[in-house]
């Protein structure tokens, strides 16, 4: 099992940045993708970027494309989300994903190990 914990959420104005953290913890040799997935309410969790373990190589919804960047740090063993030029349509809870498979997948039933989430409201 792989234990995932997010830090980083708040309120923040529209235009504004937060910087989400998730340290993974447990059997993190069998993790290959670490992501970031939101829900809004009312709407289904949805893919917002991920990351090979291996290599670093980042994936992004068009959505957010621009905006934020995926960064993972090895030594630590987390993975951070950077997101700025905030809009109210990005918020919802934050959740961090991890994965045994090799690629970054966007959809969420694909992942195996989930954190908590982490709240993040933007005003106008």
């Known amino acids: 099992q792989v234990q995932l914990v997010e830090s980083g959420g708040g309120l923040v104005q529209a235009g504004g940045s937060l910087r989400l953290s998730c340290a993974a913890s447990?059997?993190?040799?069998?993790?290959?993708?670490m992501g970031w997935f939101r829900q809004a309410p009312g709407k289904e969790r949805e893919f917002v970027a991920g990351?090979?373990?291996?290599?670093?190589?980042?994936y992004y919804a068009d959505s957010v494309k621009g905006r934020f960047t995926i960064s993972r740090d090895v030594a630590q063993n987390t993975v951070n989300l950077q997101m700025n030029s905030l809009k109210v349509d990005d918020t919802g809870v934050y959740y961090c994903?991890?994965?045994?498979?090799?690629?970054?997948?966007?959809?969420?039933?694909?992942?195996?190990?989930w954190g908590q989430g982490t709240q993040v409201t933007v005003s106008s």
């Open positions: 994903a991890a994965g045994r498979a090799m690629v970054v997948s966007r959809t969420p039933s694909l992942w195996d190990y």
């Open positions: 447990g059997r993190t040799s069998s993790r290959n993708v």
């Open positions: 990351i090979r373990w291996t290599g670093g190589i980042a």
